[in-house]
């Protein structure tokens, strides 16, 4: 039988650490929902959705109930709406995302995510009539969740797309200016955008996914907070010895899990996705584990290479517990989500230079960062584009997920709510970069060997 | 399919009973027991097997609940595989 000590290592990882399943996330496909006709493309979209999700909730419930283990979120994504509405003869998507927002609440969901269009090369019909619904979509929608991939490693960087989506957030933030750019939270640009992602609000059902799938994020920043309290002092291969073991345990939950919901739902088993997520609760932080790890304030020197150790260790640890592992896997830094991050921000520490330093190492990238509403459009596309470089070079997935709220600048900070935590209002460079972003064009794939 | 139950709360005469009754109820068989009182705090890990309970499992969560509040403890069931997975390769 287990021992006292192993069973009740788990529930004080439960209880006072936060462990916990992030999401299960649903994938469905709607490709076959295309219909000239927008109405009944929606409603087709909407009937596929309700039937595939109709027992998500419950089932997830169920097994929480039976595991004794927190399943925050129940999710769904879908294939992106650019490619499973672009034969209706529509400009305006955002009926779209009604049905899609409408099926989320008919299933019982939080977030609902696949509003995206992926453009890395180039634009179709589909792509630009979603782009340009976005801000609408957005602020007339709860739960729908957006997003746009602008750049790879095998294709370079659309900087047109680039531009409009600079221009997209803007609009966005205006257009919930009541909320202080709330619809900004629920946008996500990509370069390297991965199609098995459970995570919001950047998940999408890839074309290259099956009919349905099941894939599951799993978190826990309070487990390696508190297990690495145990090796104060001791030098960083014990450090990244003890990462390993921790995310190797807290993987096998999600894997378990996975596998439990998939059989129940009828559903494939997708991935397991082993990220460190935090959330706003004090005690599951990033930041305060790289603080732990030895910096004295997250965003000071140091914390890059921290940073980067633990995302490594995690992989390493979690790539042997779980049979498929996807999505973004790694550690994510949403600022307004970690309590550390939040604090390190007020404090003038953490800067976005220095975030966008530690996204080349981390999983992800400038996430939940509010900045002044004055940030020009060209500006927030230069912080994309900069964000895509570093993601189409080192081959990775990055993404910008930013709000300049209207009426606030520094010193102010936005409340999101619930999950989506507080955002201190973060500086930005005031020199423009107009003549930059509007050359338009694409920067070109980057070669792969002679790495330097 | 067995699951794992966890007793946490002050010490006190009857705990042990109450649980055992608690499951002896709805059928649930009892298949090992592990059981300390430390600094005053009763612990105690039980296995049991719920193949033969006469009622759902989310019925036994609530029996046990029920009882926990009744004892003033803590009364837990996970099944066993949220262990295993996590401690066993």
Redesign the interface.
């Known amino acids: 039988?287990?021992?006292?000590h192993?069973?009740?290592?788990?529930?004080n990882m439960i209880d006072d650490q936060h462990l916990d399943i992030r999401t299960i996330t649903m994938g469905i496909s709607l490709r076959n929902c295309a219909h000239p006709d927008p109405k009944v493309c929606a409603t087709k979209m909407y009937d596929k959705i309700t039937k595939y999700a109709e027992n998500l909730v419950k089932t997830g419930e169920?097994i929480e109930?039976?595991?004794?283990?927190p399943i925050i979120n129940k999710r769904i994504s879908v294939t992106p709406i650019a490619i499973a509405a672009e034969s209706c003869e529509t400009e305006d998507y955002t009926i779209f995302a009604k049905a899609m927002d409408d099926a989320a609440k008919t299933c019982g969901v939080n977030f609902i995510g696949g509003f995206s269009a992926l453009v890395q090369k180039g634009f179709t019909i589909g792509d630009r009539r979603l782009i340009n619904s976005i801000p609408e979509a957005l602020a007339t929608t709860d739960f729908v969740c957006s997003s746009v991939n602008v750049g790879s490693t095998k294709a370079g960087i659309n900087m047109d797309a680039v531009k409009l989506m600079g221009e997209t957030i803007k609009k966005t933030a205006l257009r919930t200016a009541d909320r202080d750019g709330f619809g900004c939270a629920k946008l996500v640009v990509f370069c390297n955008a991965v199609e098995d992602n459970p995570f919001m609000a950047g998940a999408f059902h890839g074309v290259g996914e099956p009919e349905c799938a099941i894939n599951v994020g799993v978190s826990g920043p309070g487990v390696v907070y508190n297990a690495l309290k145990s090796v104060k002092g001791e030098p960083f291969d014990v450090v990244a010895e003890t990462i390993k073991k921790t995310a190797f345990?807290i993987t096998?939950?999600g894997?378990?899990i996975a596998c439990e919901a998939s059989k129940r739902l009828g559903a494939e088993f997708g991935i397991v996705d082993l990220s460190l997520a935090p959330t706003p609760a004090r005690g599951d932080s990033v930041a305060r584990i790289l603080e732990e790890i030895g910096v004295s304030v997250c965003g000071t020197h140091g914390t890059t290479a921290a940073l980067a150790m633990l995302n490594d260790a995690v992989k390493k640890g979690g790539v042997m517990a779980s049979s498929s592992v996807g999505g973004l896997s790694g550690a994510f830094i949403p600022v307004s989500e970690d309590e550390g991050m939040i604090a390190a921000a007020e404090k003038g520490v953490l800067t976005l230079d220095k975030l966008e330093a530690m996204t080349c190492v981390c999983s992800v990238g400038l996430d939940m960062i509010a900045v002044p509403g004055d940030t020009s459009a060209e500006t927030i596309a230069a912080i994309i584009a900069d964000e895509a470089a570093i993601g189409m070079i080192n081959t990775k997935t990055t993404a910008v997920r930013i709000i300049p709220a209207p009426g606030k600048n520094v010193g102010d900070s936005i409340e999101m709510g619930g999950l989506l935590g507080t955002a201190p209002v973060m500086p930005v460079h005031s020199e423009g970069s107009f003549d930059f972003i509007n050359r338009g064009g694409r920067i070109p794939a980057p070669l792969n060997s002679l790495r330097n | 399919m067995n699951a794992?139950i966890?007793v946490v709360g002050k010490d006190k005469v009857g705990i042990m009973a109450g649980v055992c009754v608690a499951l002896q109820k709805i059928n649930v068989n009892i298949?090992?027991i592990?059981q300390?009182v430390m600094q005053n705090m009763f612990?105690m890990?039980m296995?049991v097997d719920v193949k033969q309970a006469n009622v759902s499992?989310?019925e036994i969560?609530d029996a046990l609940d029920a009882e926990g509040e009744r004892l003033g403890v803590n009364i837990?069931?996970?099944?066993?595989?949220?262990?295993?997975?996590?401690?066993r390769i």
């Open positions: 039988m287990l021992n006292q192993e069973i009740l290592e788990t529930l169920a109930k039976e595991m004794g283990i345990k096998r939950m894997q378990l | 794992v966890t298949l090992d592990s300390t612990t890990n296995l499992y989310s969560v837990r069931i996970q099944r066993e595989d949220i262990f295993d997975a996590m401690h």
